[in-house]
């Protein structure tokens, strides 16, 4: 590590993908930091938070040298610019490259994400299987992203974890916990081999592993999020 704990401070929660690509990318850096934790988002936010991200007031927020930085990809490469030179460099050079990089990652936001909270919030059987459906096409679409960007190579960034493996790897917890809550399994070597081997490789670094949640734990806060989700959904039918 390099000694910059006392310059950078990462406001994050148990359970967020995008505060655990923040994590991922200071720990392939070998930043050192302090990690301050949030332990209730919905009713209890900390004072830090609130004038950190007074925008969004969300996880995660990068504090260094006291400026606040906000969004987990845009933490991401500002992690890179602005040490750059200590660790890899999680941005390619090229800026075609660089572009192509970005998108995949905002992919990953825009569609990911989106279709597993459908499977995740669906109300009806129905939803839930075209979340489940959109999840399956969305990772047929990653399969051939990896192919495109790793050029036959181990990693989205090529030999080497990258700015998407960033983005991506913040999932990876959750990719276990939703085969165990829902027997969903997203990344399937019969379906999606290349995503399948990258899911094993990404998991096995040891910057990946010193960083990666308690899965168990994952599957308990899912259930509990889920049981909120119903009540409050139930409270607000009877409130109609």
Avoid at 179 to 205: I, N, Q
């Amino acid at each position: 590590m390099d000694g910059q704990g006392d310059r950078l401070k990462l406001l994050g929660a148990f359970g967020s993908p995008f505060a655990l690509r923040v994590k991922l990318a200071l720990s392939f850096k070998g930043l050192s930091y302090e990690y301050l934790e949030e332990k209730d988002l919905h009713n209890n936010k900390s004072e830090l938070l609130l004038k950190s991200n007074p925008v969004h007031k969300k996880v995660p927020v990068l504090i260094h040298d006291g400026k606040p930085v906000c969004e987990s990809m845009v933490i991401v490469q500002y992690l890179d610019e602005a040490f750059a030179g200590v660790g890899p460099s999680l941005l390619l050079s090229d800026p075609h490259e660089r572009a192509v990089a970005r998108f995949w990652a905002a992919y990953i936001d825009e569609k990911l994400f989106s279709s597993w909270m459908m499977v995740f919030r669906g109300k009806t059987d129905e939803e839930k299987a075209e979340g489940k459906k959109q999840s399956f096409a969305v990772t047929a679409t990653l399969e051939g992203a990896l192919q495109e960007c790793s050029q036959g190579r181990p990693f989205f960034g090529g030999d080497s974890v990258g700015y998407v493996d960033v983005a991506l790897g913040g999932f990876v917890a959750w990719v276990y916990a939703v085969e165990k809550l829902y027997g969903l399994k997203v990344f399937d070597a019969a379906k999606t081999p290349l995503l399948a081997a990258w899911l094993e490789r990404f998991g096995a670094l040891d910057a990946s592993k010193a960083v990666m949640p308690d899965i168990e734990k994952l599957v308990e806060l899912a259930r509990m999020m889920r049981q909120a989700h119903a009540a409050a959904a139930a409270a607000a039918a009877q409130g109609n």
